[in-house]
T-cell receptor, first 115, second 110 residues
């Protein structure tokens, strides 16, 4: 099992460019999440999905779009990158289940710099 | 008031010391509690779940105090390898979304 993988690991964009971050999991998890992590801010939820074909907004969704066309993949898009989107992006997934079946498995992160 | 609050630290302790962190939460409907560990420039990983009766895993002990709405993490006999940021995570019943604290930094020195 590869667990949760993220592509790419690093990227530098110019302001206004677009890109898509790919998250893939091979654990058959229903729920998937995109977070960003900035110094001193902790993890902030961007968007999440509770199943194939569904998405919902998190705490900081502006400037991002997502899609979950296949259960194992969750894509995060930046249509017009801004320097404020410079961050480390983490994807996570988990199974459905009871309160303690709640371990989120995180990918290794994508380090994005927007100049 | 933030939903989940942690002292950011850093807690700077010598090897072999015992150190404890607390995490307070504001939502009394919270049902699930966890401690995650995050190494520098790495992803968070589950350290332990926190059960109502408390739980222990080797040198690590987690406790829940519902009356005062906080959870704690105790680390005994600290190792250099324990140096990391410890994230408190709380989830309310029926919610898909956990709430992360901003983390407490621990530095264990020789």
């Amino acid at each position: 099992n590869a667990g949760v993988t993220q592509t790419p690991k690093f990227r530098v964009l110019k302001t206004g460019q677009s890109m898509t971050l790919l998250c893939a999991q091979d654990m058959n998890h229903e729920y998937m999440y995109w977070y960003r992590q900035d110094p001193g801010m902790g993890l902030r939820l961007i968007h999440y999905s509770v199943g194939e074909g569904t998405t919902a907004k998190g705490e900081v969704p502006d400037g991002y779009n997502v899609s979950r066309l296949k259960k194992q993949n969750f894509l995060l898009g930046l249509e017009s990158a801004a320097p404020s989107q410079t961050s480390v992006y983490f994807c996570a997934s988990r199974i459905t289940g009871n309160a303690f079946a709640y371990e989120q498995y995180f990918g290794p992160g994508t380090r994005l710099t927007v100049t | 008031r933030k939903e989940v609050e942690q002292d950011p630290g850093p807690f700077n302790v010598p090897e072999g010391a015992t150190v404890a962190f607390n995490c307070t939460y504001s939502n009394s409907a919270s049902q699930s509690f966890f401690w995650y560990r995050q190494d520098c420039r790495k992803e968070p990983k589950l350290l332990m779940s926190v059960y109502s009766s408390g739980n222990e895993d080797g040198r690590f002990t987690a406790q829940l105090n519902r009356a005062s709405q906080y959870i704690s993490l105790l680390i005994r006999d600290s190792k250099l390898s324990d140096s990391a940021t410890y994230l408190c995570v709380v989830r309310s019943g029926g919610s898909y979304i956990p709430t992360f604290g901003r983390g407490t930094s621990l530095i264990v020195h020789p």
